[in-house]
Nanobody
Framework: QVHLVESGGGLVQAGGSLRLSCAAS????????MGWFRQGLGGQRDLVAT???????IYGASVKGRFTISRDNNKKTVDLQMNGLTPEDSDVYYC????????????????WGRGTQVTVSS
């Protein structure tokens, strides 16, 4: 019932920028940590960035200093500003969120979007 939809992916030249956005819809009481991951190699998803409800951010080592994560709790969106892109950043990027669906719930669900393709050409 809760859906995460990513947008903003596409093709960009090396050194360029893209801004990804993820919108949550459905029955939602509270969104705790929100974040972005990318597919990576070996069948695992690698941390890009996460941000808490209070705005504290953590970045993966390979993107620190180049990417910036932000969120809008009213709009239920999380964005990823990507600067200084390199071909190594090419990947499928996924939105991830910890969602408490109803006020009475004492737990949260960890949800994923379907992903958006980012391709960086040299």
């Amino acid at each position: 019932q809760v859906h995460l939809v990513e947008s903003g992916g596409g093709l960009v030249q090396a050194g360029g920028s893209l801004r990804l956005s993820c919108a949550a819809s459905g029955t939602i009481a509270t969104i705790y940590t929100m974040g972005w991951f990318r597919q990576g190699l070996g069948g695992q998803r690698d941390l890009v960035a996460t941000i808490t409800k209070e705005g504290a951010a953590i970045y993966g080592a390979s993107v620190k200093g180049r990417f910036t994560i932000s969120r809008d709790n009213n709009k239920k969106t999380v964005d990823l500003q990507m600067n200084g892109l390199t071909p190594e950043d090419s990947d499928v990027y996924y939105c991830n969120e910890d969602v408490r669906r109803r006020i009475g719930d004492t737990y949260f669900d960890n949800l994923w979007g379907r992903g958006t393709q980012v391709t960086v050409s040299s």
